[in-house]
């Protein structure tokens, strides 16, 4: 049985740099913080022997053992809650919440706890746990299992939300994720697990910070997750036009990073939020508030959103609709320009 | 469906059983051996001929439809497929035990369940196919929708049946599940609600070994899944699940008790599902294929082929005209399947609310707008990278 | 035994109008849906014979019997999951979550098929269920005890999210919720449970209608449940420094009621939000982002929140320090006319 | 606290028990009978002496507790006050069985057993004084936070204990709960995850009749909570709750099974609640004070005392010197309820992440810029309505 320490042992992980899928960057992420740190533990539904229905926890149960990464009874909130007691006892956990909808039998235990325990012990008790979860649509998936659930959490006081949107990201802000002291629910794209990009192990990524994943000098587009790559197709579509649109990869939904959202769309005057989940009340209506608030004097035109439709997640058949898209970002920035209209 | 008549008994037996009455049996109770005999029972009888029979008919139909489904995953016409290969003589038996006005909750892998009771096979098959989240009106046969997240069904199932106590209705409802749903919180509170308020509820777990690549002993510590019921207060019986006489007859005794005012049943039947979890998963991944293997000989057709034939109630005529018939089903099935119903965009926004909100219809317009702008101009934007 | 019909008898409740509290008003509001329609059954916990840990099933049970109002196992998943059945076989189940963040456990039940039922059935199963959920802090509540959870439930399309601020409106909303065909969050200010005002029970509400309960004309406050009166207290001392300021109580928080909230603004030209929850990713962030993407060019000034702070809800010494006062609305106000400073 | 040596054995015993090892007995476990003499037992023996004596100084301390803080609610002191009057002797088994590394997971009753466990009595009021969420390091004295959300502790506790045998500590886990929250999920989901991964946990549950105002018949129709347990595949049992010699028998032994690897254990302690739910309750509108008399009889203080007065283990002067021992507790928790400390209201903002990020910062910014104004210019605006 491996006695996991208090502390990790110095030696990291070998550094690679070579091109791979995000759901291999994660599945890499992971062994690395396993093999530098035995605190960690990866837990959840199928994540063993199956390696996941997704494959990101692939052979870690062989590589590192039934101690280390096991599968657990069929109970979402028994997964987080148990998460909680094992940081409780000096453990990392990271779970797995085999999709967006699944999760939501763990909220309590993810509301009430996971994000209050710090706080509720004025910090005498951090829960360094990390709560994965697939989420999106786009992939063709039938009824819960295209949910975005980001709202839930990034409403939370507490919680740190992360969403990657590359496989360099997902690779350095797991890992970020994984040594936070604090809770993180850390949203995968589902329908970017099977995108390729460079992943250097060496880049490391900072929690709480939003990038400016493309520079440009009429309008901002702030995006996350799935819909950084429509953002920057729709850029790159409105540039062929004769409009320079930057894009911010916002990567932490909660706490949010208002300077580089604000410097970006001061410098633009105009700016459109993209994401898939429903608009009303969501992490897309708060950057619209807050960009509203702070940029009020420098914006040209309203700041408009792009967003999933206030309706359940379509079917198979229909999300093509229902999914914010390169056409629809395009009419909401012409929407800026009224007077060219 | 029409409503069940006001024939529940007015003064329900409230009393509980004993707890030696709702412990479970050593062993799954049996009426067929694996090669098909009959294997006489102290308290369970075989049911009569003409019920077999129809059983046997369902099985084969049963049968035909999972591997019409398995084909149309393959040929891209189904989304997705969880298969019932090998677990059709729960999901017959699951029909057959209930009554007209009665009450179904399936989940995602108890299509042939479905339509065992009657909902045409193309209406069970829209979740999966992906044109909805749902294909056929549950009031009509009976039969909630299909549930993804597991275990919430079974509330349903329990709230359905103390509405039905509640109007006085002699309504009996089969709550169905897996395995690997015993672990979850809904099942716990479902079971408790359903014993506490005395209600006609039969629960229906098909014990199939594997909740995805997760194997029982990861689920439970407990001698059997049906050794839960006595912690509830309520009866749990074990049965052989690919022994369709078994089925009936331990599912007959738990509707009966229901119907007649006798509260809950715990059923946990012992099966196997022969294919991976769905046509997306690799079962090689966790299960050896000697154990797959084990199965075959306890296949629940060819079980009930054999008693059948061995009684001389099955002739071969008759086993034609059933293959005649699957066939027939199956074939059409493909037909209803390739015609691709035109998706209709504003049906996202049609059933949200019973009256669409000013918000929601503003959204509708807006894509309705898109979309005419995209017809008018087809193909201009499309263009762009 | 009761039998429970299919359709409600004629005989209505005698009207009465009178003073109570809104406590009383919602009991009243309960106790004629039961008395009209058979089909109404109120179960949870603590419902029975103690009448609520608030009192506001106080002698339902008496009157109505065992089988219309019921004390159920310590469950709210259970509760919930329940009613959903109940409504597929044709009642219209009242249930009452003890505190907010004891209805956490059934929010898989809300979102996945309370919020989702009518449509996954094309409307072939609409479900009638009222979740009524005492919310909000401002008692001296303990932890747990005073989350302001709307935002899960806005969030969430399909639900039509409620709460009054006025016995007359704690009446005539439950009993609209009551005759609605699809799922209402019916969420009753606790701290106003024994506030006072007249109530007039033949009065009906229309579910989706914010109102004007102040006009003004320099500003317009918009505010749902506790916030009203402090909302109200806060134009009546801005107007005493000679600001003419209006207040919407948004009533349905979802589906949203742009109409007169756009009205108002757009008369003013300026707007602050005021809610109890934390602000970010909330109800108010969706008013503050709706009202500054419709009414962008009558606005003088950006759209203020004034709402909880991101910080678990605060325990009883500090709450003060946590809710939105009148001061503070008056601070917002004051940064709508930054030459005055 | 410091962490627990490794001494838990290499190869746990992860056999199940038999079927029949699991259930409980019909009748709770007793030593003493309601006239507090000793009755033997063919299982469990009488805990010694010594055991005895600090178990009934604890009684008297813990009883002590309960009636000073029913006294500092009526005066304003305490918010809320959850009395376990009835309950000590629960209360104080549940310190006792526990050993120095070991961890107990409390709920908002159980203020007695986590004092008794050593929190400075002032410290294990924090919650309910208002102050703070809780007001104690767990670390320290090896006991979690008070749990307001019902068994969503007993997972917490699940996980500590997992933790704990997967670093190979002998660290025992007691998941304290009432008997309404056996009907939560949560409860449902620890027990089973206790029981499949075989861990080091003893769930105690104080079924005290009632949920607030809900009895124990609408909690379950099973023949008892303890006969849950056979459906984990764990042992159960019963035992009387106001029997502090029993309970501590019965907890030892699951204590002892937990640390030698045995799995957990499922203790269900018959109890009753003396006062109402807490001082915002009207026990009045559910029950009938001629039940609560019948239980003033079993009063486990009582019980005790004519015990060890029969054996003359307990003298008058003893007795006077735990009234003053218990008086001097009172007296000085009044005296650190009196203190009435500044609250400060940064630390709303300072432990919601352990670095606080800039949009919070802001919001703290904005409070003490409103805080400093209105004390510069105090009065002005508190003025207006
Ligand atoms: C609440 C929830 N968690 C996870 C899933 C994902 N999931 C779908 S099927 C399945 C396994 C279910 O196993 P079992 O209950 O034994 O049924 P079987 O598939 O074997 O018929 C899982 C984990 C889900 N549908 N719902
Ligand atoms: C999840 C949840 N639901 C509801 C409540 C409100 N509540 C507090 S105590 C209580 C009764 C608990 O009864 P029991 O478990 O028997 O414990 P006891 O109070 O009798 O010690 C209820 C319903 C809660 N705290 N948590
Ligand atoms: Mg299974
Ligand atoms: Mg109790």
Redesign the interface.
Same mark, same amino acid.
């Given at each position: 049985?491996?006695?996991?320490q208090d502390a990790p042992p110095a030696a990291a992980a070998p550094a690679v740099r070579e091109t791979m899928t995000m759901a291999a960057a994660l599945n890499r992420a992971l062994a690395d913080a396993l093999a530098e740190d035995d605190r960690v533990?990866v837990f959840g539904?199928?994540v063993?022997?199956?390696?996941g229905?997704f494959r990101i926890t692939d052979g870690l149960r062989a590589r590192f053992g039934e101690?280390r990464c096991f599968?657990?009874?069929?109970?979402e909130?028994?997964i987080?809650?148990?998460?909680?007691?094992?940081?409780?006892?000096?453990?990392r956990?990271v779970v797995e919440m085999q999709f967006d909808?699944?999760a939501?039998?763990a909220?309590?235990?993810i509301?009430?706890?996971v994000?209050?325990?710090?706080?509720?012990?004025?910090?005498?008790? $951090?829960l360094p746990i990390v709560i994965r979860v697939p989420y999106g649509g786009g992939i063709?998936g039938?009824?819960?299992?295209c949910d975005s659930s980001e709202?839930?959490y990034?409403?939370?006081?507490?919680l740190?939300v992360v969403s990657p949107a590359t496989p360099q990201d997902a690779y350095a802000l797991l890992r970020a994720a994984m040594r936070h002291?604090?809770p993180v629910v850390f949203l995968e794209p589902k329908k970017l697990y099977w995108a390729k990009g460079e992943v250097d192990t060496s880049i490391t990524a900072e929690l709480?910070r939003a990038v400016v994943v493309r520079p440009g000098s009429d309008v901002t587009l702030i995006a996350y997750g799935t819909s950084v790559p429509t953002a920057l197709?729709a850029a790159?579509?409105a540039g062929?036009e004769g409009r320079s649109v930057g894009v911010v990869d916002v990567r932490t939904l909660?706490?949010?990073?208002?300077?580089t959202v604000t410097d970006a769309v001061r410098a633009t005057g105009r700016a459109v939020v993209v994401a898939e989940?429903?608009g009303?009340?969501?992490?897309?209506?708060?950057i619209?508030? $807050?960009v509203?608030?702070?940029c009020?004097s420098y914006?040209e035109?309203?700041?408009? $959103?792009v967003t999933g439709?206030?309706?359940?997640y379509?079917?198979?058949?229909?999300e093509h609709?229902?999914l914010p898209d390169?056409?629809?970002i395009?009419?909401a920035i012409d929407t800026l320009y009224p007077d060219e209209a | 469906m029409p409503r069940n008549p006001t024939h529940r008994p007015a003064h329900p037996r409230e009393h509980p059983l004993a707890p030696g009455d709702l412990l479970p049996r050593d062993e799954p109770v049996r009426l067929l051996d694996e090669t098909g005999a009959s294997h006489a029972d102290e308290r369970y009888g075989m049911p009569p001929k003409a019920r077999l029979l129809e059983g046997y008919r369902a099985l084969v139909l049963g049968r035909r439809l999972n591997d019409q489904c398995t084909a149309l995953v393959r040929q891209g016409r189904l989304a997705v497929y969880p298969s019932s290969h090998g677990q059709e003589a729960c999901q017959v038996a699951a029909a057959m035990a209930l009554g007209e006005g009665d009450w179904m909750f399936p989940t995602y892998r108890d299509v042939v369940a479905i339509a065992s009771r009657g909902v045409p096979p193309a209406e069970a098959l829209v979740l999966l196919r992906g044109d909805w989240h749902s294909g056929y009106d549950p009031a009509r046969y009976g039969v909630a929708p299909q549930a993804t997240p597991l275990a919430t069904q079974l509330l349903h199932a329990v709230g359905y049946a103390h509405a039905a106590k509640l109007r006085g209705e002699s309504t009996v409802v089969l709550a169905m599940s897996g395995d690997g749903a015993t672990s979850e919180g809904d099942f716990h509170e479902a079971l408790n609600f359903a014993a506490v308020f005395h209600l006609p509820v039969v629960f229906f777990v098909q014990n199939n070994g594997y909740a995805i690549s997760v194997p029982l002993a990861r689920q439970t510590a407990a001698p059997s899944l049906a050794h839960k019921a006595i912690g509830y207060g309520m009866p749990g019986q074990r049965v052989d699940g690919n022994d369709l006489p078994a089925l009936l007859a331990v599912l007959d005794e738990a509707v009966e008790r229901a119907r007649s005012g006798g509260g809950p049943t715990l059923v946990e039947a012992h099966t196997y599902r022969m294919q991976a979890h769905t046509n997306a998963d690799d079962d090689t991944r966790y299960r050896e294929s000697e154990e797959v293997q084990t199965w075959v000989a306890r296949d629940p057709l060819t079980r009930m082929r054999a008693l059948l034939t061995s009684k001389r109630w099955l002739t071969q005529a008759r086993e034609h005209e059933l293959v005649a018939e699957a066939e027939a089903m199956a074939a059409g099935l493909r037909v209803a399947m390739t015609d691709e119903p035109e998706a209709d965009p504003e049906e996202l926004f049609r059933h949200v609310y019973a009256t669409r909100p000013p918000a929601l219809q503003e959204q509708w317009e807006l894509l309705a707008d898109e979309l005419s702008r995209s017809e008018a101009s087809a193909g201009s934007r499309e263009e762009t990278p």
């Open positions: 049985m491996t006695i996991l533990v539904e199928d063993g022997a199956l390696g229905v101690e599968d657990t009874p069929l109970a909130a028994g987080v809650g148990t998460a909680v007691g094992m940081a409780m006892n000096g453990l956990p909808a699944f939501y039998p909220l309590e235990q509301v009430s706890h994000a209050k325990m710090g706080n509720r012990t004025r910090g005498a008790m $951090r063709g039938v009824e819960h299992h709202a839930y990034a409403h939370t006081p507490g740190t002291p604090d709480g197709a790159e579509a062929a909660a706490p949010f990073d208002d300077a989940a429903p009303f009340a969501s992490v897309a209506a708060e619209a508030a $807050r509203g608030e702070r009020f914006l035109a309203p700041v408009r $959103r439709f206030d309706v359940p379509a079917p198979p058949k229909l609709h229902y390169v056409d629809r395009l009419d | -």
